[in-house]
């Protein structure tokens, strides 16, 4: 039987033992969904079982648990460590969902729901392609499943449980499908992340609010200050101006340079999509280079004063905001972050106080195309979709990619199948039925291409 005839002979079931998942709210976020995350883990391993694994157990942690199966082939043969997540994203707001997020729905050819995409279908494809593989004899290699219920916010509990329990998770490669393509007539890898820095910024003038028609003009403003001070890290050429910022960032080679410009991609068509006249960036990049390969820097909130309905004529005591700079490999996240607060401190004025508090941060990642479970997952990808995927370079972050790289030494493919109008976080989420479909013929044939 080929991986296509099983896949047609199992999709029904395939879709139940999704659908079952995603009827559990693992919403990892909320404290009362805590029992929801335990019986999502048990109903995995209940999964994992059926399709093959030799053992499957819920491990705790301090916080959610982990998941962990495996299927050993042989103790000559490759590993290969799975990695995915459980949990999901609250479904807020529920007026503006068309089906209820937790009970899916399959309409316009797709499945609807939250966790359809992100992460439970996609889980899913690299589950059933186990399977399909071990059912046609296709699978050489060990298999180890680790799945993890706190990666939507942070995974703060995953890189003790990793260095607790490195030899249990000894592979040779990691594959990971929680990744999406270029689109759905352009398949393709991600083989490069940004890592992430984070912070809150509080700046205190005058001890209360004051009247701004008595202490104008003569006391400073924090809001006035915060955003002087938020403004100037930008330059008129879109860079960063902290001294040192770009002393590890590397530039892109013009090989890749040349593989970026192959990407499809209509200027216009983006411009209309996000609702902007115009797009703006580093001086001497790309659009696509801006926003996957070179650093950039966000305020993400702002506030202060009075913002309530009408006037008040104050000058505020207080100014708040949020930012957070997107690195590129080899910016390491807790030297650009003192490197921050640093500079902060050094071009603030006397006339206020400015307190820089580090939220969170993670490490870029880079996936060597030479690597042969990347040259696996190329070839498998070519199968399902009828052509080669193209080797991209994503914006977003996944901090723990980098941790498994820094605690197990071991690199990560990112072989995912999402797209962008599948919604993930947001309202209506979906996953295509030929793309949940393709992403179990991709899997399979990665397993018939690794040995």
Same mark, same amino acid.
């Given at each position: 039987?080929?991986?296509?005839?099983? /896949?047609?002979?199992?999709?029904?079931?395939?879709?139940?033992?999704?659908?079952?998942?995603?009827?559990?709210?693992? /919403?990892?976020?909320?404290?009362?969904?805590?029992?929801?995350?335990?019986?999502?883990?048990?109903?995995?391993?209940? !999964?994992?079982?059926?399709?093959?694994?030799?053992?499957?157990?819920?491990?705790?942690?301090?916080?959610?648990? @982990?998941? #962990?199966?495996?299927?050993?082939?042989?103790? *000559?043969?490759?590993? $290969?460590?799975?990695?995915?997540?459980? *949990?999901?994203?609250?479904?807020?707001?529920?007026? !503006?969902?068309?089906?209820?997020?937790?009970?899916?729905?399959?309409?316009?050819?797709?499945?609807?729901?939250?966790?359809?995409?992100?992460?439970?279908?996609?889980?899913?494809?690299?589950? %059933?392609?186990?399977?399909?593989?071990? %059912?046609?004899?296709?699978?050489?290699?060990?298999?180890?499943? &680790?799945?993890?219920?706190?990666?939507?916010?942070?995974?703060?509990?995953?890189?003790?449980?990793?260095?607790?329990?490195?030899?249990?998770?000894?592979? *040779?490669?990691? +594959? @990971?499908?929680?990744?999406?393509?270029?689109?759905?007539?352009?398949?393709? +890898?991600?083989?490069?992340?940004?890592?992430?820095?984070?912070?809150?910024?509080?700046?205190?003038?005058?001890?209360?609010?004051?009247?701004?028609?008595?202490?104008?003009?003569?006391?400073?403003?924090?809001?006035?200050?915060?955003?002087? +001070?938020?403004?100037?890290?930008?330059?008129?050429?879109?860079?960063?101006?902290?001294?040192?910022?770009?002393?590890?960032?590397?530039?892109?080679?013009?090989?890749?340079?040349?593989? &970026?410009?192959?990407?499809?991609?209509?200027?216009? %068509?983006?411009?209309?999509?996000?609702?902007?006249?115009?797009?703006?960036?580093?001086?001497? #990049?790309?659009?696509?280079?801006?926003?996957?390969?070179?650093?950039?820097?966000?305020?993400?909130?702002?506030?202060?004063?009075?913002?309530?309905?009408?006037?008040?004529?104050?000058?505020?005591?207080?100014? =708040?905001?949020?930012?957070?700079?997107?690195?590129?490999?080899?910016?390491?996240?807790?030297?650009?972050?003192?490197?921050?607060?640093?500079? /902060?401190?050094? $071009?603030?004025?006397?006339?206020?106080?400015?307190?820089?508090?580090? %939220?969170?941060?993670?490490?870029? =990642?880079?996936?060597?195309?030479?690597?042969?479970? =990347?040259?696996?997952?190329?070839?498998?990808?070519?199968?399902?979709?009828?052509?080669?995927?193209?080797?991209?370079?994503?914006?977003?972050? &996944?901090?723990? &990619?980098?941790?498994?790289?820094?605690?197990?030494?071991?690199?990560?493919?990112?072989?995912?199948?999402?797209?962008?109008?599948?919604?993930?976080?947001?309202?209506?989420?979906?996953?295509?039925?030929?793309?949940?479909?393709?992403?179990?013929?991709? $899997?399979?044939?990665?397993?018939?291409?690794?040995?």
């Amino acid at each position: 039987m080929s991986v296509k005839s099983y /896949i047609e002979s199992n999709k029904e079931r395939f879709l139940e033992e999704l659908f079952s998942l995603i009827r559990i709210p693992s /919403i990892s976020a909320k404290q009362e969904h805590k029992p929801d995350m335990q019986a999502c883990a048990q109903r995995w391993t209940e !999964l994992l079982l059926s399709s093959g694994a030799d053992k499957a157990v819920v491990m705790p942690t301090e916080g959610n648990p @982990v998941v #962990y199966g495996e299927k050993m082939i042989s103790p *000559d043969a490759k590993t $290969v460590l799975v990695y995915a997540h459980y *949990d999901v994203m609250p479904a807020e707001p529920l007026n !503006l969902w068309k089906s209820q997020p937790f009970e899916p729905e399959i309409r316009d050819g797709r499945i609807w729901a939250r966790g359809a995409d992100d992460d439970k279908g996609q889980s899913m494809m690299q589950v %059933k392609g186990f399977e399909t593989a071990l %059912k046609l004899d296709l699978l050489k290699c060990n298999v180890k499943f &680790i799945f993890e219920g706190e990666e939507e916010i942070g995974s703060p509990s995953l890189e003790t449980f990793c260095r607790e329990h490195k030899d249990l998770l000894k592979a *040779d490669v990691i +594959l @990971v499908s929680d990744t999406s393509m270029v689109n759905a007539e352009t398949p393709s +890898l991600t083989t490069g992340l940004r890592g992430l820095a984070y912070w809150e910024i509080e700046v205190t003038g005058p001890n209360r609010d004051l009247h701004s028609g008595h202490f104008g003009g003569a006391v400073a403003n924090p809001i006035n200050v915060l955003c002087k +001070l938020m403004a100037d890290i930008i330059d008129a050429d879109g860079r960063i101006t902290i001294p040192g910022f770009y002393d590890d960032v590397e530039e892109v080679s013009p090989a890749e340079r040349e593989m &970026i410009v192959q990407i499809p991609f209509d200027e216009a %068509k983006y411009k209309a999509a996000i609702g902007v006249d115009a797009l703006s960036g580093e001086k001497g #990049y790309s659009t696509l280079e801006r926003n996957s390969c070179r650093p950039s820097f966000d305020i993400c909130g702002i506030w202060g004063g009075y913002t309530e309905e009408g006037s008040k004529t104050v000058l505020p005591s207080k100014a =708040y905001a949020k930012v957070s700079c997107r690195l590129v490999p080899h910016q390491e996240h807790s030297k650009i972050s003192k490197m921050f607060e640093d500079y /902060i401190n050094q $071009v603030t004025s006397a006339s206020v106080k400015v307190k820089v508090t580090p %939220k969170h941060g993670g490490q870029g =990642y880079v996936c060597p195309i030479d690597l042969p479970a =990347y040259q696996a997952a190329e070839k498998a990808c070519t199968v399902a979709f009828g052509k080669k995927p193209l080797a991209v370079r994503r914006g977003g972050s &996944i901090p723990i &990619i980098s941790t498994f790289e820094q605690v197990l030494g071991i690199k990560t493919v990112l072989m995912g199948f999402g797209l962008e109008q599948n919604a993930i976080h947001s309202p209506n989420e979906s996953c295509t039925l030929d793309f949940f479909y393709k992403g179990i013929e991709s $899997v399979a044939e990665f397993y018939k291409e690794y040995k």
